[in-house]
């Protein structure tokens, strides 16, 4: 069994910054592709950026240019950068990580997400 768990959200203002974090713990070999996800209210969930193991990124069109996201398979995490914030950034934030278990399974995994809030 494999747990995530994000934390860095919460209430900031237009223009202001915050740092998601999220770490995975239990059986894991190896990681694969990691990424973030969010939700906003009556909207489907949807994808803000993701990162490979060769540490190639991808950002959805909505974020280039301000959000940043990055890994460290040692410390099993991975992070979301997020600048210039919008009130439309306003979700809850999902990290999801592929994961080799030591069982040698190919899984996928989500955290149970972190709110952010952007308003003033």
């Known amino acids: 069994q494999v747990q995530l768990v994000e934390s860095g959200g919460g209430l900031v203002q237009p223009g202001g910054s915050l740092r998601l974090s999220c770490a995975a713990s239990g059986r894991i070999f190896s990681f694969n592709t990691m990424g973030w996800y969010r939700q906003a209210p009556g909207k489907e969930r949807e994808l803000v950026a993701s990162?490979?193991?060769?540490?190639?990124?991808n950002y959805a069109d909505f974020v280039k240019g301000r959000f940043t996201i990055s890994r460290d398979n040692a410390k099993k995490s991975v992070y979301l950068q997020m600048n210039s914030l919008k009130p439309e950034d306003t979700a809850v934030y999902y990290c999801?990580?592929?994961?080799?278990?030591?069982?040698?399974?190919?899984?996928?995994?989500w955290g149970k997400g972190t709110l952010v809030t952007v308003s003033s």
């Open positions: 999801n990580m592929g994961v080799l278990t030591t069982d040698l399974y190919d899984m996928d995994y």
């Open positions: 990162i490979g193991s060769g540490r190639s990124a």
